[in-house]
C-alpha cells in the first residue's frame, strides 16, 4: 500500500509546494469532485507549511474550505445534470428501482443540511457525498452553506495537526492509527445507518399508505 501512495503523496506535496495555497484549493476542490485525493495527506502537509513559517493556519483552512466548495459544485451538478436521469432510467432495470430513488429524496429533504455538515467531517464520505445530493437536488444555498462550514472545520483540524506534528506531519503512528480505526467505525456507521433508514422509510411509506 505504501508503495501505491507513495507517488500520489509526491505529486501532492510537489503541487502544494509550487502552488501554495492555490494548490491546497486545487486539491482539495478534486478531492470533492469525487476524486479520491485523501485530505488527511493534503492538509496536514499544508499545516507543517505553516509551521515554517510560509502559510497562516487560517489561510490554509479558508483555501482548503473553498477549494471543496467549487469541488464539491462540480460533483453537485454532475449529480444534478445527468446524475438524476441516469438513476431514473437505472432504476427501471435494476433490483434498485423507485422506491430507493425515493428514499434518497426524502433523506436529503429531511437530513440534508446536517448530513452535509457531518458528511464533510468524514473521512471516505466527504468524497463522495455532493454527488447523491445532486441528484436528490437538495437546496443548493443550504447544500453550499453545510459544505463550507464542516469543510473549515476539518480543513482547519487537520491543517492544525500537521501544524503540531511539524515535520514528522505524515509519520506518527498514533496519527494513522486513528484514521484506520476512524475508516473502519465509518464503514460499519454507514451500513447500520443505510439499514435503519430503509427500515424508517419503509415504515413511514405503510403509515401512508393505510
Not at 513559517?53 to 474550505?65: D, H, I, P, Q, Y
Not at 473553498?66 to 445534470?81: P, T
Request: aromatic residues 12%; charged residues 15%; glycine residues 10%.
Amino acid at each position: 500500500m505504501e508503495t501505491l501512495i507513495a507517488p500520489l503523496v509526491a505529486a501532492v506535496l510537489g503541487l502544494i509546494s509550487a502552488g501554495g495555497l492555490a494548490g491546497v484549493a486545487l486539491l482539495m476542490a478534486l478531492e470533492s469532485a469525487c476524486i479520491p485525493i485523501p485530505s488527511e495527506i493534503i492538509m496536514p502537509f499544508a499545516g507543517y507549511l505553516v509551521s515554517t513559517g510560509r502559510f497562516e493556519l487560517w489561510g490554509v483552512a479558508l483555501a482548503g474550505a473553498i477549494g471543496c466548495n467549487i469541488g464539491s459544485h462540480v460533483a453537485y451538478m454532475i449529480g444534478a445534470k445527468g446524475g438524476r436521469p441516469l438513476a431514473e432510467r437505472w432504476s427501471q432495470h435494476s433490483v434498485f428501482g423507485k422506491r430507493e430513488l425515493q428514499l434518497a429524496d426524502w433523506f436529503f429533504n429531511k437530513y440534508g443540511a446536517w448530513a452535509m455538515f457531518v458528511g464533510r467531517l468524514l473521512p471516505v464520505v466527504r468524497t463522495f457525498i455532493a454527488l447523491p445530493a445532486g441528484i436528490a437536488r437538495m437546496n443548493l444555498w443550504t447544500f453550499h452553506l453545510f459544505t463550507f462550514v464542516g469543510s473549515l472545520i476539518w480543513c482547519y483540524a487537520l491543517a492544525y495537526i500537521g501544524q503540531r506534528l511539524g515535520e514528522n506531519w505524515h509519520d506518527s503512528p498514533a496519527l494513522k492509527t486513528a484514521f484506520h480505526v476512524a475508516d473502519a467505525v465509518i464503514v460499519l456507521a454507514l451500513v447500520a445507518g443505510a439499514i435503519w433508514l430503509v427500515l424508517d422509510f419503509r415504515k413511514k411509506r405503510r403509515a401512508r399508505q393505510l
